[in-house]
């Protein structure tokens, strides 16, 4: 069996700039210079900014880290071998779960090799490797310090356990690769899936770069050709080169990071494409399970192997790495469906975590178990557990909850707590605390403790819904119609629509300043120029801001679902009550607000930040469910005791 883990690297052939940003200042301090002839200051500037992209060309292709049966080796861009550690003398692999340090124990001692997404490999091929390979590999929760000297416990105190919850996690996944591996495929769909990512504006941005950059070397020449290069003028200049060396590094940049990412999902094949990174294809035939989750991908921007929160792996029937793809970007969600419904394996991180009814009961504190008829009880000053004559026994003040959380596991109503830090200390099913989540909820809210009810309350505003439906389809028209509650107009709070007048203003004041100093010696001088300069600038500033103001899109919510329309009426898209699964906050890759269709798909992400407080008040004044939907189920009641 000849097993072998190849590290990413830096895809070959990418201009990229060396210290762009000091040589940038540098410029500024080239210009400031009083340098004679004006030819020779103008080479001297325009120099400076060239330089990195010059230093870029000479920068040698890295190498990068292969984990095979001789062991842990790091090529050269050329493969020949410049770190060795070998097979034999590795005794152990250690990687800390939060930074990703690899350590290494050998005969001679301990080595930290440096960090797994560095050196272009991720925890999960990592560790099915070395395993394979016959290498103890244990992955520890924490960081890089629990192996520290100052942190380990007294001679005369017991040794800690380490926390193994990640290599658990990592476990799971193995084993569920190992299930599916010479599984059948069944395609659901044989169409083929497309996904991509929204380059918003980059065209534009990248030609509005580019005008910047010409117009900044053109005031260089400008201020060259006329010969004066009096101490203003060189300032001016100097400037200028600063603005086109800025502008050249923001298009770059805003190039790479918004660089097209897309997916062609069929029964037969996969491609995907990353407009700087490179492509994609592998036959469908040749791929075991795709493991969608966290992972190593190259950064566009730096072109170098970084931790990522969406990556999916592909493994072959020997359980041989076939590819690391991108997905940054892309909805994990829908990424994930789109590979199933194609007859792909799919496995997730928390798939393989099951969680039976007796998940949590073990961090229940001891007393849980020996006080008979023992019970979790509700009053003013927190949460308590009380034996069966009412006396409560161990009690957890309501200064240290930071919130609690009603939902459901396998058909079970379940309870988790946070700490005041944030951090779950309790997670255990209902009927093992013998309380109902509706005496828990209510006796909660009473004494106004922090709880969430996701599922109860869509379920109350989804039959809330359908009751009303169901009297006016009964009742039929009526001669007195009762007029319906009006829509609500939603719009962005004003503490942002001020600071947007702000900022715009602001924006044109400063280049009223900087064009009252360029042209202060045509036009009669620095103040009179300003003086004309700056109300002009401020009246072009708040007149732009006013105007963009004036047809800035809103939310309208009313009964029959949420539209995002201008101020001037025009509906940019509407999603109706029968296609809406839900309106919330979206935390997979950033808190953003989205609209969810029934079975969980994102339809529409709002752009524009409204009054969530507002939003929410209204989505239940007009029956329209807040949160997530709980997709492929219906809307049944929660489960009670």
């Not at 942190?151 to 799971?172: S, T, V, Y």
């Not at 065209?203 to 260089?220: D, E, K, Q, S, W």
């Not at 819904?465 to 039929?476: D, K």
């Not at 006013?546 to 800035?552: A, C, I, Q």
């Amino acid at each position: 069996m000849n097993l072998e883990l190849i590290g990413l690297r830096a895809p070959a052939r990418r201009l990229r700039p060396v210290a762009a940003g000091p040589f940038a200042l540098v410029s500024l301090v080239v210009a400031l210079l009083p340098i004679r002839p004006p030819g020779l200051w103008l080479a001297a500037v325009v120099v400076c900014n060239v330089v990195p992209w010059l230093l870029g060309l000479r920068e040698s292709r890295p190498g990068r880290w292969r984990l095979s049966k001789n062991g842990l080796e790091r090529l050269a861009a050329d493969d020949t071998v410049l770190e060795a550690y070998e097979l034999s003398r590795v005794e152990e692999f250690a990687v800390t779960a939060e930074d990703g340090m690899l350590t290494i124990f050998h005969r001679f001692g301990v080595t930290v090799a440096g960090s797994l997404p560095e050196m272009g490999f991720d925890p999960l091929t990592f560790y099915i490797t070395a395993r394979r390979l016959g290498i103890t590999t244990h992955v520890i929760d924490g960081d890089r310090s629990v192996f520290e000297d100052d942190n380990l416990p007294p001679d005369d105190e017991a040794p800690r356990a380490l926390g193994r919850r990640a290599e658990e996690r990592l476990r799971d996944q193995e084993a569920a690769l190992l299930a599916v591996a010479h599984e059948p495929r069944v395609a659901v769909r044989t169409d083929a899936g497309r996904l991509a990512t929204t380059a918003t504006a980059w065209r534009r941005t990248t030609a509005l770069g580019v005008l910047l950059t010409l117009i900044a070397l053109t005031m260089v020449a400008r201020t060259a050709v006329e010969g004066g290069l009096e101490f203003g003028s060189r300032m001016m200049g100097g400037l200028w080169a600063l603005a086109g060396g800025v502008a050249v590094l923001a298009v770059r940049r805003r190039r790479l990071k918004g660089a097209p990412l897309t997916w062609n999902i069929t029964p037969s094949e996969l491609r995907v494409r990353h407009a700087t990174v490179g492509e994609w294809r592998v036959r469908a035939d040749a791929v075991a399970a795709a493991v969608v989750g966290p992972g190593t991908a190259i950064d566009p921007l730096s072109g170098r192997p970084a931790a990522d929160q969406t990556v999916v792996t592909l493994f072959g029937h020997r359980l041989e790495v076939l590819a690391r793809l991108p997905a940054r970007g892309l909805d994990a969600f829908q990424l994930t469906h789109a590979l199933d419904e194609r007859g792909y394996h799919v496995i997730t991180p928390d798939q393989g975590a099951l969680r039976p009814s007796e998940y949590g009961l073990a961090g229940l504190p001891e007393i849980f178990s020996r006080v008979p008829g023992g019970r979790l009880v509700v009053d003013d000053d927190g949460i308590g557990w009380a034996d069966g004559a009412g006396d409560v026994i161990l009690r957890m003040p309501r200064d240290r909850i930071g919130g609690m959380e009603l939902l459901t596991v396998d058909g079970h109503a379940w309870l988790r707590m946070y700490d005041d830090e944030g951090d779950e200390f309790l997670a255990a099913p209902l009927s093992m605390l013998r309380i109902s989540r509706t005496d828990l909820r209510d006796a909660a809210r009473r004494v106004q403790l922090p709880i969430t009810d996701a599922e109860y309350d869509a379920y109350v505003n989804a039959a809330f819904h359908g009751s009303m439906t169901h009297l006016e389809l009964v009742a039929g028209p009526s001669p007195e119609k009762p007029k319906p509650l009006p829509a609500a107009q939603l719009d962005v709070p004003p503490r942002t629509r001020a600071l947007a007048y702000g900022v715009t203003a602001t924006l044109c004041e400063l280049v009223a300043v900087l064009g009252s100093l360029w042209l202060r010696v045509d036009l009669g001088g620095f103040w009179t120029v300003l003086a004309w300069a700056a109300p002009s600038g401020l009246a072009l500033g708040l007149a732009g801001a006013w105007l963009y103001d004036r047809n800035r899109p809103q939310l309208r919510v009313s009964a029959s679902g949420i539209a995002s329309v201008t101020r001037l009426g025009r509906t940019e898209w509407s999603v109706t009550r029968q296609a809406l699964g839900g309106v919330g906050i979206d935390e997979a890759e950033a808190p953003r607000l989205v609209v969810w269709s029934p079975a969980g798909r994102v339809l529409r992400r709002v752009s524009f930040p409204p009054d969530l407080t507002e939003l929410r008040r209204a989505c239940e004044r007009h029956g329209l469910p807040w949160g997530p939907p709980d997709a492929g189920h219906g809307a049944a009641p929660p489960p009670e005791l």
